[in-house]
């Protein structure tokens, strides 16, 4: 267990709605990420950060922004919600020791009408 | 190019035998990392095993054990004396270096659906 909290955990929204998620983790870790599961793609990266203020863009950035105030919160923000952001959003540390192997946050699941 | 395949979206197993789910990789990178998690109906994405780049021995977590062929560029999963509960979807997943930023990349498989039969 690695600590990791995700709220909400079901979210159901209107399109052009703005949407915030929260991840949340009690071990301190510097690199937090967040990805979107969709069927066919396995898991993309959003957006991730490397220390309080700290984040830059993964691979599927358009729509979406994050923030980090504090090291133990990163918030995922889509700023006007479409439906093609329906999808189950994963929250990720780094456990920065030998092999920096990801743990995961138990997900929230997102659906935009 | 994608640089992690998995190549059979589903497969089944019968109880306690021995079943393989495939994965290969590309990278440029001399040092990364192969994981392999699994991710039950309930959802939650769990860490089953690491592979790096540079160790000689395949590595091995109960069960699991990794085949890492690095000239063949795969990282096969073997999960012995299958069981119910290995009823799951498994993704394979690289660390490479990101050098712009000196930080990591994580790449993702598209995953494979186990059933495990009785």
């Known amino acids: 267990d690695a600590g990791i909290t995700q709220s909400p955990r079901h979210k159901v929204t209107e399109t052009g709605t703005p949407v915030t998620l929260r991840c949340h983790q009690t071990?301190?870790?510097?690199?937090m990420y967040w990805y979107r599961q969709d069927p066919g793609h396995g898991l993309r990266l959003i957006h991730y950060?490397?220390?309080?203020?700290?984040?830059d863009k993964g691979e599927v950035s358009d729509g979406y922004s994050v923030s980090r105030s504090k090291t133990e919160d990163f918030l995922l923000t889509l700023e006007s919600a479409t439906s093609s952001q329906t999808s189950v959003y994963f929250c990720?540390?780094?456990?920065?020791?030998?092999?920096?192997?990801?743990?995961f946050g138990p997900g929230t699941r997102l659906t935009v009408l | 190019a994608q640089k992690i395949t998995q190549t059979q979206p589903g497969m089944f197993v019968q109880e306690k035998e021995a079943v393989t789910l495939d994965c290969t990789y590309d990278?440029?990178?001399?040092?990364?990392?192969l994981f392999w998690y699994k991710q039950p109906s309930s959802g939650e994405m769990i860490f089953l095993i690491y592979?790096?780049?540079?160790?000689?021995q395949n590595a091995t977590e109960g069960r699991y054990s990794l085949n890492f062929q690095k000239a063949r560029k795969s990282a096969n999963l073997v999960i012995s004396a299958s069981q119910l509960g290995d009823s799951a979807m498994y993704f394979c997943a690289m660390r490479e270096s990101l050098t712009t930023s000196g930080t990591y990349k994580y790449i993702f498989g598209t995953g494979t659906r186990l059933k495990v039969l009785a």
């Open positions: 990278t440029s990178d001399p040092s990364y990392g």
């Open positions: 950060s490397y220390g309080v203020k700290d984040t």
């Open positions: 990720a540390i780094r456990r920065a020791k030998i092999t920096d192997t990801q743990y």
């Open positions: 592979q790096g780049s540079y160790d000689q």
């Open positions: 071990e301190n870790h510097r690199y």
